[in-house]
C-alpha cells in the first residue's frame, strides 16, 4: 500500500469551479506540504502544515486554501479555479525534526489537474 | 529571495559518469538535497548533505561545499532506468522548507 496518497489523480474543470484535491499518509509523519508543479520548472510550495493547528502559507498561496482535518489528511482546495492553476499537484510529508531527515520528503502520486 | 541554478539538460552514455551542478543563493541554509523524478512520477529523494563533502549511497554521490553556495550530484555507471529529472533543493529558513532548482532532464543514450 503506498504511504501517501492523493486523490483524485486527474481532474478536469471549468473556470470558476470549486475544486478540492485531498492527501492522505500512513507514515506518522506530522509535517504535510503542497506543492505545485509546471511543465519543465520545479517544484513550487503552496502551503505546509507542521501539525493540526498549525498551517502556514507557501511561495505561491494566492487562489488556494487548505484544511488539515487529522495528523493524517492535508487538502488543498481551488475556490473559483482558473486556468493558470492547471498544473501538477503534490502532496508530501516529513518527519518532524530529525536532523538527517530534514532534507528528505516523501510525495504521494500526484494530481494532474486541468483547468479550461 | 532564494534561487537555484542548475544546468536544464545533460546527455551521457550508458556506463558513463555525469555530473549535475547547482549553486544557490538562500539565507538561513541547512542543507541540499537531491531529488528524481521520472516522467509523470513522484519525486522521490536521493541524498541530503548538511556539512561540506561526499556523500556516496551505492552509483550516487552528493557534494556539498557551503562557502561556495555549491553542490553537485554524480551519477555513476549510468543505467538506462537513470534517464529522469534531477532536482536539486535547499532546506532553509526556520521552517526548514524545501526550495527546488528547475530540474535537470538527464538522458542516458545506450
Known amino acids: 500500500d503506498a504511504d501517501v496518497t492523493q486523490t483524485p489523480r486527474n481532474r478536469i474543470t471549468k473556470t470558476g469551479k470549486r475544486i478540492m484535491l485531498e492527501c492522505s499518509q500512513t507514515?506518522?509523519?506530522?509535517?504535510m506540504y503542497w506543492y505545485r508543479q509546471d511543465p519543465g520548472l520545479g517544484l513550487r510550495l503552496i502551503y505546509y502544515?507542521?501539525?493540526?493547528?498549525?498551517?502556514n502559507k507557501g511561495e505561491i498561496s494566492d487562489g488556494y486554501s487548505v484544511s488539515r482535518q487529522a495528523q493524517a489528511k492535508f487538502s488543498l482546495s481551488l475556490e473559483s479555479a482558473i486556468p493558470n492553476q492547471t498544473a501538477l499537484y503534490f502532496c508530501?510529508?516529513?518527519?518532524?525534526?530529525?536532523?538527517?531527515?530534514?532534507?528528505?520528503?516523501?510525495f504521494g502520486p500526484g494530481t494532474r489537474l486541468t483547468v479550461l | 529571495g532564494q534561487s537555484l541554478e542548475q544546468p536544464s539538460e545533460v546527455t551521457a552514455v550508458e556506463g558513463a559518469i555525469v555530473q549535475i551542478n547547482c549553486t544557490y543563493q538562500?539565507?538561513?541554509?541547512?542543507?541540499l538535497s537531491w531529488y528524481q523524478q521520472h516522467d509523470g512520477g513522484a519525486p522521490t529523494f536521493l541524498s541530503y548533505?548538511?556539512?561540506?563533502g561526499l556523500e556516496e549511497t551505492g552509483r550516487f554521490s552528493s557534494f556539498l561545499s557551503r562557502s561556495d553556495s555549491y553542490g553537485y550530484l554524480l551519477l555513476q555507471e549510468l543505467q538506462m532506468k537513470d534517464s529522469a529529472s534531477y532536482f536539486c533543493?535547499?532546506?532553509?529558513?526556520?521552517?526548514?522548507?524545501?526550495?527546488f532548482g528547475s530540474g535537470t532532464q538527464l538522458t542516458v543514450l545506450p
Open positions: 508530501a510529508t516529513s518527519e518532524k525534526t530529525s536532523w538527517s531527515g530534514i532534507g528528505e520528503q516523501f
Open positions: 507514515k506518522g509523519h506530522d509535517r
Open positions: 502544515s507542521f501539525d493540526v493547528k498549525d498551517i
Open positions: 538562500t539565507s538561513g541554509f541547512y542543507g
Open positions: 548533505n548538511a556539512l561540506d
Open positions: 533543493a535547499v532546506v532553509s529558513g526556520s521552517a526548514r522548507q524545501l526550495t
